[in-house]
């Protein structure tokens, strides 16, 4: 099913914003046109999850994070994206890469789609500037994703759905 009309009314570096007006005339949407992204459940040997913490404006708080990146080179494969974003954000490399999954993260006005992976990873390096590299225990991780401490929506479901793969729930 497709709207009858789409105008675009916004185009940023990273965004398009088109206003859709489907058949029904009260049916006029705002949708977001967002690239995609790769995101990284980034565990230790000693099973310990890799996180980032920084400032995020959309929210005015410092929220912790998995990896994650946008899909914004060309002809990189997302398990690339996710390998390239670890080694940037955190400093440590991947040693396996296992997918987990994809989500949409609103929907309901933006059609954003991130790939999900699971990965055992190693410190290689010093991260990005500007970014706080912390670990926690996988079930440390877990139990600040229940009490809230933990809120992206992108690496709680990661910490989840990775927490059950290695249980073999899943």
Do not use: C, N
């Not at 929210?59 to 060309?74: K, S």
């Amino acid at each position: 099913m497709l709207p009858e009309k789409t105008e675009e009314v916004f185009r940023g570096k990273l965004l398009r914003v088109e206003v859709e007006r489907w058949a029904d005339p009260d049916r006029i949407r705002e949708v977001v046109r967002h690239p995609g992204a790769a995101a990284v459940l980034a565990i230790t040997a000693d099973q310990r999850v890799v996180l980032v913490r920084q400032f995020r404006e959309a929210v005015r708080d410092t929220l912790f994070e998995i990896p994650a990146g946008i899909y914004d080179v060309d002809g990189e494969t997302p398990e690339e994206t996710a390998r390239r974003e670890v080694r940037e954000e955190t400093g440590y490399r991947v040693v396996s890469l296992l997918p987990l999954g994809s989500i949409h993260t609103s929907p309901g006005f933006v059609d954003e789609r991130i790939d999900l992976f699971l990965a055992e990873v190693e410190p290689a390096g010093d991260p990005e500037a500007g970014i706080e590299v912390t670990e926690l225990p996988l079930e440390e991780a877990v139990a600040a994703v229940h009490e809230g401490r933990i809120s992206d929506a992108k690496t709680a479901l990661a910490i989840l759905l990775g927490r059950a793969r290695k249980a073999g729930a899943v």
